[in-house]
C-alpha cells in the first residue's frame, strides 16, 4: 500500500512538472512597438549634416529589445521584418569614463518571431544601410546593392532564410555621395512575381522571380549589365 502510494505521488509530480513545462513553453510573447521619437541620424560618410529621422522602439515581454523605423513587412501571421537604427557610443577612448556619446545611425533589417520573440539579422549581402533601399514582397526583398569599394551596384534579390542570393546582378557604376541617385526603389509586381530595377538614364531592368531561382525578363542595357 505504502509503495503504492509513493508511486502515485511521484507520478503525479512528474505530471504537475510537465504541465508546468509545457505551460510556460507555449506561453505567448508579447510584443509592443514604442512611441515615435524624431532623431538625428549620422551616416558614417557625413560628420555635420545630420538627417531626421523617426525611430522608435521595440519590446518583447515589456523588455527593450531594439530601435527599428519604417512600417515593418508582415511575411506570415508569425514573421514579420523591421529595418533596424542602431544607438551606438561615439565617445572617444581619452574622453572620461561615464560620459557616453549616444548617436544614432541606420542599420540592416531584423526578422521577429511572434511565437517565440526570437530576434535574428536578416542575411542581406552588399546591403549598405545608407543607400540600400529594399522593397519587401513575400519572404523575397529587392535591393541595389553595392561592392565594398563603392564602385559598382547590383541589382540584388534575397529570400529569408536563404544564405546566398537569388539575384546578384551588375547594373552600372556608383560614386561616391551621388550613390543614392544611381538606383531607385525596386518596384514588384503579382502573379507572375516579377521585380523591376531602375537605374540612371532610365535603364530598366526586369527579373522573373520563381520560388528560388530568378530568370532576367528584360534589360535596356545587357551590353554593360552582365550576370554575377
Known amino acids: 500500500m505504502r509503495l503504492m502510494k509513493s508511486t502515485i505521488a511521484v507520478t ?8 508546468t513545462v509545457v505551460s510556460a513553453a ?3 510573447h508579447v510584443l509592443v512597438f514604442g512611441k515615435w521619437i524624431t532623431v538625428k541620424l549620422l551616416r558614417d560618410h557625413e560628420e ?3 538627417l531626421e529621422w523617426k525611430v522608435r522602439p521595440l519590446y518583447i515581454d515589456a ?3 531594439e530601435y ?12 514579420f521584418v523591421v529595418r533596424r537604427v542602431l544607438r551606438l557610443n561615439d565617445a572617444l577612448p581619452e574622453e572620461a ?3 557616453a556619446h549616444w548617436i544614432w545611425q541606420p542599420a540592416g533589417w531584423l ?3 511572434r511565437e517565440t520573440g526570437h530576434i535574428s539579422p536578416v542575411n542581406l549581402p552588399d546591403f549598405d544601410p545608407d543607400y540600400s533601399s529594399a522593397t519587401w514582397y513575400r519572404d523575397y526583398v529587392a535591393y541595389c546593392g553595392f561592392a565594398d569599394d563603392g564602385k559598382k551596384r547590383f541589382a540584388m534579390v534575397m529570400q529569408v532564410g536563404r544564405r546566398k542570393p ?4 551588375a547594373i552600372g557604376e556608383a560614386s561616391g555621395e551621388a550613390r543614392n541617385s544611381h538606383c531607385s526603389s525596386p518596384t514588384w509586381q503579382r502573379r507572375p512575381p516579377r521585380v523591376t530595377f531602375a537605374s540612371q538614364a532610365d535603364q530598366k531592368f526586369t527579373f522573373a522571380v520563381r520560388r528560388h531561382a530568378v530568370e532576367t525578363i528584360s534589360s535596356d542595357d545587357d551590353d554593360d549589365a552582365g550576370t554575377e
Open 166 to 169: 537569388l539575384l546578384r546582378k
Open 63 to 65: 523588455k527593450l529589445r
Open 111 to 113: 526578422a521577429v518571431d
Open 26 to 28: 507555449s506561453k505567448p
Open 48 to 50: 555635420d549634416e545630420p
Open 12 to 19: 503525479t509530480l512528474l505530471l504537475l512538472g510537465l504541465s
Open 68 to 79: 527599428t523605423s519604417g512600417v515593418p513587412h508582415e511575411i506570415s501571421d508569425r514573421l
Open 97 to 99: 569614463a561615464g560620459s
